[in-house]
């Protein structure tokens, strides 16, 4: 047994060992722009002071608000963000399968929203280290204690991961201090007997252990009952160690390993992210940060300037405290000039301080891209709706290359593993009840976001643009409205704008309902004109005379 928990330990300590001077550069980073995370290379005790080695706040504001920025557009509060939609969009208009999405994300926002499932602290935790180290590691476990989802967020320095040929992290290592008190609730039969002695004394004592994820078929493990899984039934194999006592407390074989690691910019060769936005900010921020303390310096020296006396004319020390006095020697001239004065100074590098340390903010700003995810503001009056679409398009350019990866990455992984759980522990009820359309269909997560409703909105535009163009080749020739599918384009425009809208099936009932009953009304029309056609020429043959009616 000891010799199986050194080597599964051997193979995380050689990632943790890979990435020192990685933990190294994320240090730097976090003093600059996340000191309460500055703690890769050093342990702090409760109550040191977080930033204490900075001169001024405006790297760690801009991190800040870029953070708060991504959580508001990508999970934005009050509105439903997620969705799923059938790659066939033909699947997806039909009710039945709407509904049963609907009701689907329902219960799966609900979930998530339960104070129980700590789904916002997690998320806000993994959005600040996302930002400023370009990734954050985030696990979703069903909670069996309080019969929930359990999210929480994890510590870069604790975690070290590997990836295989086809570039997906299969091979996970997290370092954990258990308490003894908690080790003994949740794997009573597997805890070593020196945890179950300590926590008399000290229930609060951490135990050092590791979490490891390794794909299933690189690990030598025989199930309970003997029997051998079936082909594909497991994916990988969850481990916990207890490295004090070199014991294994559990080993699990799962689907789906429950770790979320969105990644911002990778680069070839390397498993581990980086954000662009520090990346570029660090030399500005640190820059900055002279700046900030030269100044302050200048400033010092400005209101409290450095003094000259003369030797031997002043009669005690010199106080500058106010209502302070100076003694000086009364056989002084003071025609030789003051005995006391301050040094005469430059002033003028003060403003261009000033002006330099601006310029630096605003290219950390930059850099967090915090001049481009700002939507663009519509003046309907004054604005035709090509400039509103130009405009449009260039807020779309700037903020995709933020927004993309993020919903690629960390968006759609965590609604994939939240929706996977809640789906195999029968939140979702039976499995007979999904419609049979969707049976063995591909599905995609869609999300609701500004950048989104931006390009949702391009649609409504371009129909707008398009109606004007045809009105105007209508009036040239009538013939060209068979050119173009008016009802199509609409109904794409309408989803665009977020109007709601009914099936398109019951929208072709209704419409052949409205085409039914107007033909039946021209129907009646004619029959009642074709009546009343009649009745006057009855009152007419009766009007004649004999010999008239005759003739006639």
Same mark, same amino acid.
């Not at 709407?98 to 997690?122: G, H, L, N």
């Given at each position: 047994?000891?010799?199986?928990? %050194? ?12 990435? @020192? ?35 001024? /706040?405006?790297? &760690? ?9 991504? +959580? +508001? ?78 999210? %929480?967020?994890?510590?870069?320095? !604790? ?5 295989? !040929? =086809?570039? &997906? ?16 609730? %949740? #794997? ?18 951490? $135990? ?10 690189? #690990? ?17 194999? *969850? ?8 014991? $294994? ?25 980086? *954000? ?9 921020? %640190? ?35 106010? /209502? ?30 000033? !002006?330099?340390?601006? =310029? ?39 903020? @995709? ?24 522990? /029968? ?82 009932? +209704? ?6 009953? +107007? ?34």
């Amino acid at each position: 047994m000891k010799l199986r928990v %050194r080597d599964i330990c051997e193979i995380g300590d050689r990632l943790f060992s890979q990435r @020192l001077s990685l933990s190294g550069f994320w240090q730097e980073v976090a003093e600059n722009f996340y000191p309460e995370r500055a703690d890769f290379t050093v342990r702090r005790a409760l109550g040191t002071e977080f930033a204490s080695g900075i001169m001024t /706040g405006a790297p &760690v504001l801009t991190r800040r608000e870029l953070a708060d920025q991504i +959580a +508001a557009m990508i999970r934005p509060r009050g509105k439903k963000w997620f969705g799923l939609a059938p790659q066939d969009e033909a699947i997806g208009e039909k009710q039945a399968v709407k509904d049963w999405i609907d009701q689907k994300c329902t219960v799966m926002s609900r979930a998530m929203d339960d104070p129980d499932a700590r789904f916002k602290r997690a998320a806000k935790e993994t959005d600040n280290d996302y930002v400023t180290f370009g990734q954050g590691v985030m696990t979703i476990e069903l909670d069996e204690v309080n019969n929930s989802l359990l999210y %929480r967020n994890w510590h870069l320095r !604790d975690v070290a991961w590997s990836e295989n !040929d =086809r570039l &997906v992290i299969d091979t996970i290592h997290r370092n954990w201090k258990i308490q003894c008190r908690d080790m003994i609730k %949740r #794997y009573p039969k597997s805890v070593d007997q020196k945890v179950i002695t300590a926590c008399k004394t000290e229930p609060f004592k951490e $135990i050092d252990c590791r979490h490891v994820i390794i794909p299933y078929d690189e #690990y030598d493990y025989t199930p309970p009952n003997g029997k051998k899984p079936r082909e594909g039934q497991w994916k990988y194999m *969850s481990i916990l160690v207890d490295r004090e006592n070199e014991k $294994i407390l559990s080993e699990t074989p799962i689907k789906d390993h429950p770790y979320i690691i969105p990644r911002w910019q990778t680069v070839s060769g390397s498993q581990y992210g980086h *954000s662009p936005a520090t990346v570029i900010a660090l030399p500005d921020a %640190r820059l900055l940060q002279r700046i900030t303390f030269t100044l302050i310096e200048a400033g010092e020296k400005a209101t409290n300037p450095p003094m000259l006396a003369v030797q031997e004319a002043l009669r005690s020390d010199i106080s500058l405290l106010a /209502g302070g006095v100076t003694w000086v020697d009364a056989a002084y001239d003071e025609r030789l000039g003051e005995v006391l004065r301050p040094i005469s100074q430059d002033k003028s590098g003060l403003n261009f301080g000033a !002006d330099l340390a601006g =310029r630096h903010e605003e290219m950390i700003r930059a850099a967090f891209y915090l001049n481009k995810i700002m939507l663009p503001a519509y003046d309907g009056a004054a604005m035709t709706a090509t400039e509103v679409r130009t405009r449009t398009e260039e807020y779309i350019r700037s903020a @995709l290359p933020l927004f993309e990866p993020i919903e690629a990455e960390y968006s759609g992984q965590l609604c994939e593993k939240t929706f996977n759980i809640l789906m195999d522990n /029968g939140a979702f009820g039976p499995a007979q009840n999904v419609p049979d359309e969707l049976r063995g269909a591909d599905l995609k997560w869609v999300f609701k976001s500004p950048l989104t409703d931006a390009v949702d909105r391009e649609d409504a535009l371009s129909f707008q643009e398009t109606a004007q163009l045809l009105s105007m080749a209508v009036q040239i020739d009538p013939s060209l409205k068979a050119d173009y599918d008016v009802r199509k384009h609409f109904r794409k425009a309408m989803k665009g704008l977020g109007a709601p809208m009914i099936d398109e099936e019951q929208a072709d009932e +209704a419409i052949a309902q409205a085409q039914q009953m +107007a033909q039946l009304q021209q129907t009646a029309g004619m029959v009642g004109q074709g009546a009343g056609v009649a009745e006057q020429v009855g009152k007419a043959i009766q009007s004649l005379t004999p010999q008239q009616a005759e003739a006639a």
